[in-house]
């Protein structure tokens, strides 16, 4: 269920490619920096896209460094086969975003998680980068919009398709997508939710620590999927120097 599940995110990855398009703004913020933590990193199925797209794009991207409350410690080591140490290593012990220890990386990026983080959370998270760090990257797929809410459940037909187009086809992943939508459901319930606790610039920017808002520059950018009618929102930070 769990495979099958991802499998969704695999197919709006390699379907939509929302990366493409996002590679060149990030590789903008990075700038010089040849290392980033990557928080969050789930399943990393995110930096696989992201590599590709620079990849396609003919840009050298730094290493990003995976880690997670949770590591996917496999899915981290096959990417690292894949792409090379020197644009992916991981972290194979848990790292919580709200108090990160044991690195002096000072990038740090954030894709598709931020939204999870209550207000409390987020807060922490920012007084944190403030303390520790000199660059954040927010990365969202979604906005709290209407639009949103309607492309999410009008999305929900090509999801029936993944199993046929996932990297392992399993009877029992066709059974409940195909057959029996139970995980078409819950990924457009994840969706929906996801819209809804989407933060907007603003609220982030009244969440970051007074004394700190002088002391980045901040840059909010919308950009286009490559292949559907959707916006990324990215929230960058870097230190003034």
Not at 40 to 54: I, N, P, R, T
Not at 60 to 67: D, I
Not at 99 to 123: C, K, L, V
Request: glycine residues 4%; positive net charge.
């Amino acid at each position: 269920m769990r495979e099958a599940y991802l499998d969704c995110f695999t197919f709006v990855h390699r379907t939509y490619q929302p990366y493409y398009r996002l590679a060149r703004t990030i590789a903008e913020w990075s700038g010089d920096t040849n290392k980033i933590l990557d928080l969050g990193s789930g399943g990393a199925e995110h930096v696989f896209a992201l590599l590709q797209a620079y990849k396609k794009l003919g840009i050298a991207p730094p290493q990003f460094v995976l880690s997670d409350l949770y590591p996917n410690v496999d899915a981290y080591a096959k990417l690292q086969k894949k792409f090379g140490d020197n644009a992916v290593t991981y972290i194979n012990y848990p790292v919580s975003a709200l108090n990160i220890e044991g690195t002096d990386i000072r990038y740090w990026s954030i894709f598709t998680a931020f939204h999870h983080f209550a207000p409390a959370d987020a807060r922490q998270l920012l007084q944190q980068l403030f303390l520790k760090g000199d660059g954040l990257c927010i990365l969202e797929y979604t906005q709290r919009s209407v639009y949103q809410l309607v492309m999410m459940i009008c999305g929900f037909p090509l999801l029936l398709l993944v199993p046929f187009f996932a990297r392992k086809f399993r009877l029992r992943k066709m059974l409940f997508t195909t057959i029996i939508p139970v995980i078409p459901l819950m990924a457009i319930f994840d969706g929906i939710v996801s819209i809804l606790r989407s933060y907007t610039k603003e609220e982030i920017l009244a969440l970051m620590p007074p004394d700190s808002r002088d002391a980045f520059h901040v840059d909010y950018k919308e950009v286009m999927w490559r292949f559907a009618p959707l916006k990324a929102t990215m929230f960058m930070l870097k230190r003034k120097h």
